[in-house]
């Protein structure tokens, strides 16, 4: 019987802290076989983004062809996508493949550096990889990219939710919702209602833990778990990956499994 795997569909990140490399260890630390398919190389750090170099669209197409026609893909995690074409290809491609388990971070701007991530004018095919997703996982400013609206209140952040899952997802966990002086909340949108997960805001940013958030629940699905479940340890990993950050680099901590 094969062993579980988890298909990370991600760039790489040089420094080590975030992209495929945070989330290769998350997989590999939960227990699931952590494949990949890597969508762009960066030269990133705790300070900034350097540079990015877009994988052909052909190249991200075979490498999630050779996984699933191989391994037992239980889940996958779609992170950084540069380009609306790769967007496109990932997206048919997990459509193909009737991929289970479909958590995706939208990412649009790295922790360490505020210029963008994503080609400019994507949102339409980061949509389109939102409607084959059990799970999209954006921050405020990618739910704002990916709906228009801005997040300001509970209700706000309601309607971007449903406006998310009106592409398709089955579910949203809108991350670092300022829920009052000092907390922070991750909030869980589904068809059975709202999931609140709390946490303490701190004072110093750290790298990666976006990464981490999301590959950790993919992992937990791979290995079974429902969706719940799956946010609830995953949502205990980075407040623990949190509180035990490091710094590796000149910038800001790293999150530490």
């Known amino acids: 019987m094969r062993k579980p795997s988890l ?17 290769i260890q998350a997989a590999a630390k939960l227990g699931a076989i952590p494949a990949c398919a890597i969508t762009a190389v960066t ?30 893909i239980c889940a996958v995690k ?9 967007a496109i290809e990932v997206a048919h491609s997990l459509g193909k493949w009737g991929a289970l388990n479909v958590v995706f971070d939208p990412v649009m701007g ?22 084959v997703s059990d ?3 954006p921050n405020l400013e990618e739910a704002k990219a990916l709906t228009g609206i801005t ?14 899952m009106e592409t398709g997802a089955q579910a949203v966990l809108l991350k670092s919702y300022p829920w009052d002086k000092g907390v922070l909340a991750d909030l869980l949108f589904n068809d059975d209602g709202l999931g609140i997960f709390k946490k303490k805001k701190l004072a110093t940013s750290t790298h990666g833990g976006g990464c981490l958030l999301s590959s950790a629940i993919a992992a937990r699905m791979a ?15 980075i407040e623990q990956a949190i509180a035990g950050s490091v710094q590796a680099g000149c910038g800001i901590r790293c999150v530490k499994l």
């Open 7 to 23: 298909l990370i569909i991600s760039a790489s990140s040089s420094d080590g802290c975030a992209g495929m490399q945070m989330d």
């Open 223 to 237: 290995l079974g778990d429902n969706l719940i479940d799956a946010v609830s340890a995953a949502e205990t990993c």
């Open 110 to 131: 790295a922790q360490s550096d505020r210029k963008g991530m994503a080609e400019k004018g994507a949102e339409n095919a980061f949509r389109a990889v939102c409607a």
């Open 151 to 164: 997040v300001r209140d509970q209700e706000s952040a309601s309607k971007a939710a449903w406006k998310i």
């Open 78 to 86: 779609v992170g950084m996508l540069w380009g609306k074409q790769a």
């Open 135 to 137: 799970l999209v996982t």
């Open 43 to 72: 030269a990133q750090n705790s300070v900034g983004v350097q540079g990015i170099w877009p994988v052909p669209v052909k190249a991200i197409r075979q490498q999630i062809d050779s996984a699933f026609s191989d391994l037992d």
